[in-house]
């Protein structure tokens, strides 16, 4: 047998208490006289009032006979449900309108897997008449008497160790900010968290550990159930009723503390699950739905403001136009409840003949407000992040890899930061947070100078540069230094080219005489260029000197006979301005 009912079902109801109807409609009508000349009940003689009105408080007082049992201060009116009792309770109006809600409950059990399962169903009535029903199924189990207990112990232990560890980890790097307060917010609330999850894992082992059984209850209500020598003595029915609820209300009891217990527990998980989301914000490559949230969460904050008010406005809306006609519409929960069905696809439409005018404007209101307006606000305000998001990555972040790449150079980094003792990571982060106003590039002088960094010199300092070089690529370096790179590429890509060239290894003896002899070659050719370039310059230089020498020659001699010239003059005229003239035509000549 999978499952086996342990005793019939319960039947219960609480009821309140009638009051007079205090409207004047109702005062009237309850003043109204009977007639003789018309049938029942109009010529009835008027003993009680012909409508009466509901108040909040309880009933305590005998209904056909039976007393209420008290449990968790509310009287409740019960009886084991057979079929024997359905006309009664139809012919003796055992449910009528001062009815406040009926519940039917059940204890279920499953022996192969020793579950006790408690079934309710209960059915409000709401002062309009509307009936409203509920579902309740909840099933207890002593995890310390089955199989999994012990994978269940080890997952919980497992679970503490990586706390602790976890916990260990967040202390070594807040001891680099010599204080609680000065950390980021980041590895406090990691701190808290671990904290809670290692508090709520302990609780959980110390009570699973030395939790009692819920069957044990179960075992004096079959007893009592089964002492019953006259079904028609109502002490012993009663004695039945108040055993079979004292054991509802102690499993009730543990239902409600286990309820608790897996309300923290998720609450637990939730939030571990939003920090992973937060975690993959590490990785450029794996931010993307974190980089996302982050960049529109102002946008979003200030877009759920309006978009809250708008989709409660509508939802009030349609539980007051429509909300006596339609069920799903009777109370504003529900209204706001529907609306968001319908926010994601499920709209209640019926025949055109069941939705008033009303409705069907506030459908089509809803459908473009809400529906086309608003979501598709809300997704350009998404995808216009993720857009900038992408952008960043792409632009800002050029050192990114791919995954699986950075989680190899974690271990390679953790590996060799043991061997060649480098500083660890925090301490790295934060010399470069330190200094992240610094104008220069990061070289060894400043990382072995450093006092938050421990290097021995600066070769120590130079394997870790080295280390991360030959890891993220030429990015990390400035331009003096990526122009240097590439004229060590540049020379690399000419020796292969002569090593397929002339067919000689690329890195081999050959291509080491091969440069040697080229280097000498180069060389000479160089002087001789030199020595030939010095030549033809001095030559331009003693052809110009020779150019000048030629020229003054030239000028000094058209003097001398000019002078000759004017001497034979002034022999022939005795005139003695001759020599002044003379001069003057001298300077003329000189100067052109």
């Not at 012909?50 to 009886?79: A, F, M, N």
Request: hydrophobic share 45%; charged share 20%; net charge positive.
């Amino acid at each position: 047998m999978i499952m086996t009912r342990i005793m019939p079902a319960m039947l219960w109801q609480t009821r309140v208490v009638d009051v007079p109807c205090d409207t004047t409609f109702g005062k009237q009508f309850n003043a109204q006289r009977p007639n003789r000349l018309y049938s029942a009940p109009q010529n009835a003689p008027r003993n009680d009032p012909i409508v009466r009105c509901r108040s909040i408080r309880k009933q305590t007082g005998p209904h056909l006979g039976y007393k209420p049992i008290q449990i968790r201060d509310e009287p409740r009116y019960s009886t084991f449900l057979s079929g024997n009792i359905i006309d009664p309770i139809k012919n003796l109006d055992w449910v009528d309108d001062l009815t406040d809600d009926v519940s039917v409950a059940m204890l279920l059990y499953l022996p192969d897997t020793d579950f006790l399962s408690l079934l309710e169903v209960k059915f409000d009535v709401t002062p309009t008449g509307r009936i409203r029903p509920s579902f309740y199924l909840k099933t207890q189990c002593v995890l310390r008497d089955s199989d999994s207990f012990g994978l269940w112990t080890g997952l919980n232990a497992a679970l503490i160790i990586l706390n602790l560890l976890r916990i260990t980890s967040i202390g070594r790097a807040l001891m680099l900010h010599r204080s609680f307060f000065q950390a980021h917010y980041i590895q406090k609330c990691d701190l808290v968290h671990s904290f809670c999850f290692i508090l709520f894992s302990g609780l959980s082992l110390y009570r699973r550990k030395h939790a009692e059984s819920v069957l044990k209850h179960v075992s004096s209500l079959l007893e009592a159930y089964y002492s019953v020598t006259d079904p028609n003595c109502r002490d012993q029915v009663q004695n039945t009723l108040n055993t079979y609820f004292a054991v509802l209300d102690s499993i009730m009891a543990e239902v409600n503390e286990e309820e608790i217990i897996k309300l923290v527990a998720y609450c637990l998980i939730s939030s571990a699950f939003l920090r992973i989301i937060f975690y993959m914000s590490a990785h450029p490559r794996i931010s993307v739905i974190s980089g996302t949230i982050w960049y529109a969460a102002d946008n979003m904050f200030h877009f759920f403001i309006v978009f809250c008010f708008l989709f409660s406005v509508l939802g009030w809306l349609a539980c007051w136009s429509f909300g006596p006609e339609k069920a799903e519409f009777s109370t504003v929960g529900h209204a706001i409840w529907l609306a968001f069905q319908m926010l994601v696809g499920e709209f209640p439409f019926e025949d055109p003949w069941k939705e008033t005018p009303i409705q069907k404007i506030w459908y089509i209101g809803y459908t473009f407000i809400v529906f086309f307006l608003s979501i598709n606000v809300l997704l350009a305000i998404i995808v216009e992040a993720y857009a900038e998001v992408k952008r960043r990555v792409v632009e800002v972040v050029v050192t990114e890899k791919s995954l699986p790449a950075d989680i190899i150079s974690l271990f390679k980094i953790a590996i060799a930061r043991r061997i060649n003792k480098w500083p660890r990571h925090q301490e790295l982060v934060l010399h470069l947070h330190a200094t992240r106003h610094f104008k220069m590039p990061l070289s060894t002088v400043e990382l072995q100078g450093s006092s938050l960094l421990s290097f021995k010199d600066q070769h120590h300092a130079r394997c870790l540069m080295n280390f991360y070089f030959l890891s993220v690529g030429d990015v990390l370096l400035p331009q003096q230094g990526k122009d240097f790179l590439q004229s060590k590429r540049d020379e690399d890509e000419l020796l292969r080219c002569i090593a397929m060239l002339y067919g000689i290894k690329h890195r081999g003896r050959d291509m080491m005489l091969l440069i040697t002899h080229v280097t000498k070659l180069q060389a000479r050719w160089r002087a001789f260029c030199t020595r030939k370039e010095y030549e033809r310059k001095l030559e331009i230089i003693r052809a110009d000197q020779l150019r000048k020498n030629t020229k003054d020659l030239r000028l000094r001699q058209e003097a001398l006979l000019l002078k000759q010239a004017f001497r034979s003059r002034h022999d022939m005229t005795g005139d003695g301005d001759d020599d002044d003239e003379c001069m003057v035509m001298l300077r003329s000549q000189v100067f052109v």
